[in-house]
């Protein structure tokens, strides 16, 4: 398979649309928790509850009447092999936990990407939906649209005074994570983000590293969801996170402009080293790579490189993962083997643009 | 370091596992870290559900120590009946086993929540259509409520009136709606 024909795989359509505030939000994610009623939830059902729910969905299925969406493809976790889990987990159209639940775990993923429906998971429903840029409104809204109808066919869990009941505490009431993707080099940079990290968490919203849960952030791009659930509407939440995101928008776009006026040479110093890196490394280990390719991508946005495409950075953080080196490979690679396939991926990627 | 599994590659994590006081230290590569299971994606989870399940246990502990409500009888009572699921358990794996137990372990939740949630302990959010058609109508009521004692402080009498006219209509509706359900 060639590079290009490769690249158009690995990045999930919807993420080549030019969303709001995209110099500096990746993407607007929502997530909402279900659960049926009257069975247990995946953490203590037994297979034959969990094949009840997956049959739910294998019925709709086969008469794709979801919603207005009618470009679902259902696929089961016990189906793949391992190494497709692991790319739609970079991809991040299912959970790491998804794929090991394995048995009579499954998903439904859209054409384009942008919907995806994990079936027993940690929860027994988790609708998922993506948008490129800063829309987490519009993300809310089809989320809502999909879960009404779910809604008219199953009997949720749903307690008057607990909301829709989740299988961990920490989800329990919307059952909802509402959650940003952004890039903040500058922030970073100037050691800025440090301070602001803090303060966010205070207005019950959680900043981390692109991985989620324990990582530290690489490649300068930082997720921040909400962390309260119960007691909020999901519109509160919505707007809280908005607010905060705006902030470290404007932040963000203050500190770029400062470092450009302050450090010119030095700041085109380091992003064209990065470029050059790049463009010419024979082993790259992934970390590296992230913090190159961020600088590119602010160079990018700062105008100081106009001759490659804009997603650069989103494209390469995927293809340059493990999952994707070795589904491109076709086989297991150890972590060298990697850094090498890594560094010549990324040279060819350049080599396409000029 | 060489990976101690693969003695191939250069070992690039180092775990230290202590069992019963004991500490072995284990040198490996990513490649055989995941292979032989030192490190799995729920790795990544753990911190927070420690968290969370320290949360649950110090709420069982208060009164009495853990060992000594295990051995009261009625400590049995907090059995989800729905799936079995103890409330022992919960607190330790931090994740309740059926919609049945958010009823069964009520009693002890709403400190649980209030820790997790900025001291929330009530959903505020979306009501699903059909099934809590009643709730809504309720949460309407309330709001309405609300706002009749606010016009009303401020001495705004005729918008008072229309209000307390929806409340009513609500409430004759509300009344309807339960008799139905209970045919």
Known sequence: MSLQQFMNEAISPWMKEEGPDSDIVMSSRIRLARNFEQVPFPIIADSADLEKVLLFFQKEYEHQSFSNYNDLALVKMRDLKPIEKKVLVEKHLISPHLAENDEEAAALISSNEQVSVMVNEEDHIRIQLYFPGFQLEKALEQAFTFDDWLEERINYAFDEKRGYLTSCPTNVGTGMRASVMMHLPALALTQKINRMIPAISQLGLVVRGIYGEGSEAIGNIFQISNQITLGKSEQDIVQDLRSVVNQLIDQERKARQLLVEQSELQLEDRIFRSYGILQHSRIIESKEAAKCLSDVQLGIDVGYINDISKSILNELMILSQPGFLQHYAKRMLSAKERDVLRASLIRERFKLEI | ?183
Request: aromatic share 8%.
């Open chain 2, 1 to 183: 370091m060489e990976c101690q599994e693969c003695h191939e590659r250069p070992a690039t994590l180092h775990f230290s596992k202590i069992v019963n006081g004991n500490k072995t230290e284990i040198h490996v590569c990513e490649y055989c870290a995941k292979e032989k299971g030192y490190m799995g994606y729920e790795d990544e989870a753990y911190s927070l559900h420690n968290l969370l399940s320290g949360l649950f246990n110090f709420d069982a502990g208060s009164g009495f120590s853990e060992q000594h409500t295990s051995s009261v009888p009625s400590e049995k009572g907090l059995t989800c009946p729905k799936c079995g699921m103890t409330y022992q358990e919960f607190a330790r794996i931090g994740k309740f086993g059926c919609a049945h137990c958010y009823q069964t372990f009520s009693d002890r939740l709403n400190p649980v929540f209030r820790r997790v949630h900025s001291g929330n302990t009530t959903h505020h959010g979306k009501i699903p259509s059909r099934i809590g058609s009643g709730i809504q109508q309720k949460r309407k009521l309330s709001e309405y409520r609300e706002q009749l004692k606010q016009l009303i402080a401020n001495e705004e009498f005729e918008s008072a009136a229309e209000v307390r006219d929806k409340i009513k209509q609500l409430e004759k509706d509300l009344n309807r709606d339960g008799e139905g359900e209970e045919e």
